[in-house]
C-alpha cells in the first residue's frame, strides 16, 4: 500500500499532565510516515521544554514555538508549514488509537473520499470512557447534504470538530481558521464541508477526547456567544444551498446559548448588549427564513417564544426547569 506523508498539528497550551500521553499515542501509530508537528502557544509550564524533547528524540517531530495567540492562530501555523498530502489535527489534551491513521487513511483510499471522519468516546482524567459518543451501526460513504442531516440530527462534536478527522491537503490550501474566535472549528467546519461530494464515516471510536471539569465549554463568557456566531454563518449557508429543513436544528442550538447568555452576562457593558441585540436580530432573520417549514413540537414552540420575547422566554424556562428539578427531589424523597 502506498503510504504518502500524514501530518498531524497539535496545538499546545497549559498541558504538561497530558502532553507526553498524546504525543506518545501519535508517534505510536501503525502507519509510520508522518510528520508531527508541536505548536507551543507559549506555554506557562512545562510544555515548550516537553515538545524539545520529542523533536530532539524523533526526526518526525517539528516544534514551532509562538507568542500566545490562541488554538486557531497555533493551527494556522502548523498547516504553513504541513508537507503531508494528507493532515490531521489532536488536541493535546486527547490521544488516539494506536491504528486511527491506518484505518482512516486505508477509508479516505478505499473510498475515494474528499473527506474520512471516525466516532470517539469522551474520557476521564482517568481514561475510563464516561460517554460513547457512537451513533452509527455501520460505515458509511455520504454526500454533503447527506452529512448536514447527519449533524443536526446527532450530536456536534461529531462533525463539528476538526480533531476526529483526516482532510486531503487540499482541502486546506485556500483556508485557514479564524484567529481569536472560541469555536473555531464551527467556523471552518462550514467552509471545509462545503463542496465535498464524498464524505466517509468510520463507526469504530478511533479518538479519545478528554473532557477536563475546568475547560471552557463548562464556563460561559461573551466568547461563547462567537459559536452562535458560527452557528448563523452556517445557516446563511444552508439558506443559499437550499437546505432551510437544517436552519431548524442550527437554530435551537443558538437560541439555547442565547438563553444561557440572557441569564448570566452583565448587560450593563455596551458591548454585551450590543453584541447580544445583534445576534438575537439574526436568530430572528433566519427564524423567519425558515417559518414555512415549521413544525408543532417543543422546540419549535421554544424558539417562536424566544423570537417573540427573549425576556419571556427566559422566564418561562427558568420557571420550566425549577418546577422539573422539584419534581426529581420530590420523586426522590417518597421513592
Not at 441569564?263 to 439574526?282: I, M, N, P, Q
Request: proline share 2%; with cysteine.
Amino acid at each position: 500500500m502506498n503510504t504518502p506523508l500524514i501530518t498531524i498539528i497539535v496545538p499546545v497550551y497549559g498541558v504538561e499532565k497530558y502532553l507526553n500521553k498524546c504525543v506518545d499515542s501519535i508517534l505510536n501509530q501503525t502507519y509510520s510516515n508522518i510528520e508531527v508537528i508541536l505548536i507551543d502557544d507559549e506555554s506557562p509550564d512545562r510544555c515548550p521544554e516537553i515538545c524539545d524533547e520529542y523533536a530532539a528524540n524523533d526526526n518526525r517531530v517539528k516544534v514551532i514555538h509562538q507568542k500566545n495567540a490562541g488554538q486557531s492562530a497555533a493551527r494556522n501555523a502548523g498547516l504553513d508549514i504541513a508537507k503531508g498530502e494528507y493532515i490531521s489535527f489532536v488536541d493535546s489534551d486527547d490521544y488516539v488509537d494506536p491504528s486511527f491513521l491506518e484505518k482512516m487513511f486505508r477509508r479516505i483510499c478505499d473510498d475515494n473520499s474528499d473527506l474520512v471522519v471516525c466516532e470517539y468516546d469522551v474520557v476521564d482524567d482517568s481514561g475510563n470512557v464516561i460517554q460513547n459518543k457512537a451513533y452509527l451501526k455501520h460505515d458509511i460513504v455520504i454526500s454533503e447534504e447527506k452529512f448536514w442531516e447527519l449533524e443536526s440530527t446527532t450530536h456536534y462534536m461529531f462533525c463539528a470538530a476538526l480533531w476526529n478527522k483526516l482532510f486531503k491537503v487540499s482541502t486546506w490550501k485556500r483556508l485557514r481558521l479564524k484567529v481569536g474566535k472560541y469555536a473555531e472549528d464551527s467556523f471552518a467546519m462550514t467552509r471545509y464541508i462545503a463542496g465535498m461530494k464524498k464524505i466517509s464515516i468510520i463507526k469504530e471510536p478511533l479518538y479519545d477526547y478528554f473532557q477536563r471539569d475546568n475547560s471552557l465549554v463548562h464556563s460561559f463568557s461573551l466568547k461563547n456567544l462567537d459559536a452562535v456566531e458560527a452557528r448563523l454563518e452556517r445557516c446563511k449557508y444552508f439558506y443559499k444551498k437550499g437546505y432551510k429543513e437544517y436552519i431548524k436544528g442550527d437554530l435551537f442550538y443558538c437560541i439555547n446559548l442565547m438563553y444561557t447568555a440572557y441569564g448570566t452576562l452583565d448587560f450593563k457593558d455596551t458591548h454585551v448588549t450590543e453584541r447580544y441585540s445583534a445576534l438575537r436580530r439574526e436568530c430572528k432573520r433566519f427564524y423567519w427564513l425558515s417559518f414555512e417549514l415549521v413544525e408543532f413540537n417543543m422546540k419549535w414552540v421554544r424558539c417562536s417564544l424566544y423570537c417573540l420575547s427573549d425576556a419571556s422566554y427566559y422566564w418561562f424556562i427558568y420557571r420550566f426547569r425549577s418546577i422539573k428539578k422539584l419534581l426529581i427531589r420530590v420523586r426522590r424523597i417518597i421513592g
